[in-house]
């Protein structure tokens, strides 16, 4: 059975405006399966972005565990997704899972991983998926060297990320927690 692959996400904070972008590609070997998927979520009543690369089915497990420690937390963005990666690490069935999680509010980006990491970037910017290293370089040019907006960063590192990786297309999604 070949592996569903093709995701890029992208996280980007500026001036107190933190964005998380995501293509819709989904494709499975040589075949795009589909353009308009939705791998960016709003959490704990639009409070908290997340978005996932990997299996979508993990990732939606992964998405309600997550959701759970921040509403038992208080919405402590860190303390959840130390927890959460405490357990997917140790939990049988949960270690299974294949999937990253991008997360953020108002103050932080995280990135969570099965393998029990929690990692904040220096910079504000962070990606994941097939196409994550490619938006990744495009979006700390485009914070090092133009005063954008943070959603207009996401927008033009998600383009760029478009053109260079096959697994990634056009049909992005960008969500946005405005500054406090």
Known sequence: MNAIKGTT???????GMTVLAGDG??????VVLKHKAR????????????GFAGSTADALTLFEKFEGKLKEFSGALV???VELAKDWRTDRILRRLEALLLVADTEKILLISGTGDV?????GVMAIGSG??????????LVEHS????????????HI???????????VVIEKLPAN
Do not use: H
């Open 9 to 15: 996400i992208l996280a980007v904070r500026r001036d």
């Open 132 to 141: 994550g290293p490619y938006a990744l370089a495009a979006a700390r040019a």
């Open 79 to 81: 303390r959840s997704a």
């Open 147 to 158: 005063d954008l907006p943070a959603d207009k960063v996401a927008a033009e590192a998600m």
């Open 161 to 171: 990320a478009g053109e260079i990786c096959v697994f990634t297309n056009g049909e």
């Open 39 to 50: 791998k960016v979520r709003r959490l704990l009543d639009g409070k908290v972005l997340a």
């Open 25 to 30: 590609q989904v494709s499975m070997d040589k």
């Open 119 to 123: 990692i904040e970037p220096d910079e």
